[in-house]
């Protein structure tokens, strides 16, 4: 099992940037891949980003590309979501999930088999 950490939620103004971190821990984390996913109040939890099945290339949902980018420190076990250009609509509770090396999955929730809090992020107009 692994464990996540988020942090770096926050409110802010549109137009603005943050930067989400999850810091990953367990004995197993070097065969697991990240994930970023959000969940807004009365919706489905939803795909935002995550590394390829082999750690390698990364994956966008179409609502977030061109504004996120999903980068890690392999050294630190820490994946990170910088997140710019945020719109109202970006309103979430953000989750990172670690799902199984190789498994290429990784725009489906239900592929992660560990979770970490969530961490809110509120865009004002």
């Known amino acids: 099992q692994v464990r996540l950490v988020e942090s770096g939620g926050g409110s802010v103004q549109a137009g603005d940037s943050l930067r989400l971190s999850c810091a990953a821990s367990?004995?197993?984390?070097?065969?697991?891949?990240v994930g970023w996913f959000r969940q807004a109040p009365g919706k489905e939890r939803e795909f935002v980003a995550t590394?390829?099945?082999?750690?390698?290339?990364?994956a966008y949902a179409d609502a977030v590309k061109g504004r996120y980018t999903i980068s890690r420190d392999s050294a630190e076990n820490t994946v990170y979501l910088q997140m710019n250009s945020l719109k109202p609509e970006d309103t979430a509770v953000y989750y990172c999930?670690?799902?199984?090396?190789?498994?290429?999955?990784?725009?489906?929730?239900?592929?992660?088999?560990?979770w970490g809090q969530g961490t809110q992020v509120t865009v004002s107009s």
């Open positions: 999930g670690a799902r199984l090396y190789g498994n290429a999955y990784g725009n489906l929730a239900r592929m992660y088999n560990s």
């Open positions: 367990g004995r197993t984390v070097s065969r697991h891949i």
């Open positions: 590394f390829g099945r082999t750690g390698e290339g990364t």
